[in-house]
Structures are given as C-alpha cells and as structure tokens.
T-cell receptor, first 112, second 113 residues
Framework: AQSVTQPDIHITVSEGASLELRCNYS??????LFWYVQSPGQGLQLLLK??????LVQGIKGFEAEFKRSQSSFNLRKPSVHWSDAAEYFC??????????FGKGTRLHILP | GAVVSQHPSRVICKSGTSVKIECRSL??????MFWYRQFPKKSLMLMAT?????????EQGVEKDKFLINHASLTLSTLTVTSAHPEDSSFYIC?????????FGQGTRLTVV
C-alpha cells in the first residue's frame, strides 16, 4: 500500500540557517509527490510538486526538493529559513486513483 | 492558480444536530473532490472521494451514514455531518484535483458542544 513517512515530528532551526525536512514514500510506480505547508488553523498551500523529469524541483518561497528514486525520498530544503517559515509541513503522494496520501507532518520551529 | 472555496470556516453546533460544509471549485470544474479530516496535531486523513453524479467512495472506517457526501455539480461538493457528537469535532478540509495539481479549501473548524 502507498504510504508516506516523515520521520521528524518537530524540527527546530535558527533563523538564517539551512533546512532539510525528510520524506520517504512507499509506492509501486513513479509517484506524484508533493510538499504542502499549513499555518495554524489554515488550509494547505502547495510548495512544490514532482511528476517526472528533472529530479530537483523548485517551489515557492525559496523551497526546493529532490526526488531520489533509489532512496524513495523526496526531501524538502531551503538554504536560509525565515521566521515566517514556522509552520507544519506535509509530504504527500498521489495514488493512481488520484487520492493524495499525507505524511504525519513535521512541525518547523524557528529560533530568533 | 485555481481556487477552492470552503464554507463555513468555523461552525459550532449542538450535539445531535447536523452540519453542512460546502466545497466549491471557483474557476475550474472538478469531477472528483476529496474530503479530509485533521485531528489536532495530526495529519490529514482521507475520509472519502466525492464523484460528481455518483455515490461517494468512503475510506475504511468512515461511517457513510454519519458523513453524507453529495457532489451535485462539477463545482460543488457538500459534506454533512449528521447527528453530530463532540467526538466529531475536528478540522475538515476539502480538495479538488485540476489536471496534475490538487487545490485545497481553507478548512472548516467544527466544534460540537
């Protein structure tokens, strides 16, 4: 069955430091992969997505993610975080029948 | 980008009553919409897939009679929580697929008192 694992429940980084959020997936074929961000009490905003082609994907707000088939990973990165990046981040995989399955999320905390 | 509007954003209801949540795709047609439920500090759990003109497909463990889904048009899906109980209190989010991307509503915070 398709699944998404985000091993880190909480991540704390200092403002200006680099960030990497981990995501591993289990899927029978080439997946559609997504990263979403959710601010408290809000809906979801798409940061970036991967379907095919270049394995390094650029998204909004300076985020990028790299698809590594050999590692079944799709880690999210940002070279320098801002205090406004504090939020919940969800990695997701789309199933063949279009359903999106989410990981459990990683809460990002930013230290001033 | 495409917009999905969800209404209401917050609702408080008495135990035993029913609540309807609307999900609209504003600038595209969505033959399929999805309903998710999010518990506090938890991930989004897919509840059901809403198909325009046909019955919804529910995920295992989701009560069909409690969470009624109607997808009457290509731009509107509704979720009705029937005979609501405090344990139904949660954050409900809808989603609509447009080609290769899914767009999400802003969510509805349901509190049953």
């Amino acid at each position: 069955a398709q699944s998404v694992t985000q091993p880190d429940i909480h991540i704390t980084v200092s403002e200006g430091a680099s960030l990497e959020l981990r995501c591993n997936y289990s899927y029978g074929a080439t997946p559609y992969l997504f990263w979403y961000v959710q601010s408290p009490g809000q809906g979801l905003q798409l940061l970036l997505k991967y379907f095919s082609g270049d394995t390094l994907v650029q998204g909004i707000k300076g985020f990028e993610a790299e698809f590594k088939r050999s590692q079944s990973s799709f880690n999210l990165r940002k070279p320098s975080v801002h205090w406004s990046d504090a939020a919940e981040y969800f990695c997701a995989v789309a199933r063949i029948d279009d359903k999106i399955i989410f990981g459990k999320g990683t809460r990002l905390h930013i230290l001033p | 980008g495409a917009v999905v509007s969800q209404h209401p954003s917050r609702v408080i209801c008495k135990s035993g009553t029913s609540v309807k949540i609307e999900c609209r795709s504003l600038d595209f047609q969505a033959t399929t919409m999805f309903w998710y439920r999010q518990f506090p500090k938890k991930s989004l759990m897919l509840m059901a897939t809403s198909n325009e003109g046909s019955k919804a497909t529910y995920e295992q463990g989701v009560e069909k009679d409690k969470f009624l889904i109607n997808h009457a048009s290509l731009t509107l899906s509704t979720l009705t929580v029937t005979s609501a109980h405090p344990e139904d209190s949660s954050f409900y989010i809808c989603s609509a697929r447009a080609t290769t991307e899914a767009f999400f509503g802003q969510g509805t915070r349901l509190t049953v008192v």
